[in-house]
């Protein structure tokens, strides 16, 4: 991992096509490295859990419709998906110096899934409320994170007891790691403990998706 973020610090410096082109045998010698540590996360996890696959991102960054036009990422990624439709939520592991982190959940659910989530809080958020209330979601994540519409939703209460878990339109849960802790050799422990803490959250929105307001099964 040192050689792959003293790889990110100099792209980072220089983020532009030509370095690239001289140090691209460098990149490749890291990429192989990173995916031999991708892979063994998603076999260590595929032992607690059902995934779908593994998306390693590319580091070459889609410049057509984004204002950053720099060609390159200055970060490695990689998305772990579980199996759907009865397993829902994704993992994601970051790694870039200064900015790593290991995180997961909902980043833009469909709107009828959203509306599902949202009905399930306005019912009842108990169960939700004793998910990230529990000790070991606060040791890992601190809190349920995610961008939320300014005002209550069409059709709900502003002055409801859980409007502002209504309100969100992500669920997403994150622990930083600094870049002494990425380095060291327990590091793919934590990764592995972290993402294992995502469960109970997990496990319970995918109980809401896969079910309809009655409870009744929908798969």
């Not at 409801?160 to 327990?186: G, Y």
């Not at 803490?197 to 009655?214: C, H, V």
């Amino acid at each position: 991992m040192k050689k792959a973020f003293e790889f990110l610090t100099h792209l980072k410096e220089n983020n532009n096509r030509e370095w690239f082109t001289q140090h691209k045998s460098e990149y490749d010698i890291i990429v192989k490295e990173n995916k031999v540590f991708f892979n063994h996360i998603y076999q260590e996890l595929q032992q607690y859990d059902q995934l779908k696959g593994i998306h390693i991102f590319r580091i070459y960054n889609d410049v057509r419709f984004s204002k950053n036009k720099t060609p390159y990422k200055t970060n490695f990624g990689v998305g772990y998906s579980r199996s759907k439709p009865m397993l829902r939520g994704g993992y994601y592991i970051q790694l870039e110096p200064g900015n790593s982190f290991v995180g997961g959940g909902f980043w833009g659910p469909e709107a009828k899934d959203l509306l599902r989530i949202r009905k399930e809080f306005e019912i009842s958020s108990t169960e939700i409320e004793k998910i990230i209330a529990d000790k070991t979601f606060i040791q890992y994540f601190g809190e349920l994170k995610g961008d939320s519409v300014k005002t209550a939703p069409r059709g709900f209460d502003k002055n409801h007891p859980a409007i502002d878990l209504i309100r969100k339109k992500q669920f997403l849960v994150m622990r930083k790691f600094t870049d002494t802790e990425v380095l060291s050799d327990n590091f793919q422990k934590e990764v592995l403990l972290t993402l294992l803490a995502m469960r109970p959250f997990f496990d319970y929105m995918s109980e809401i998706l896969t079910t309809d307001m009655n409870g009744e099964p929908l798969f």
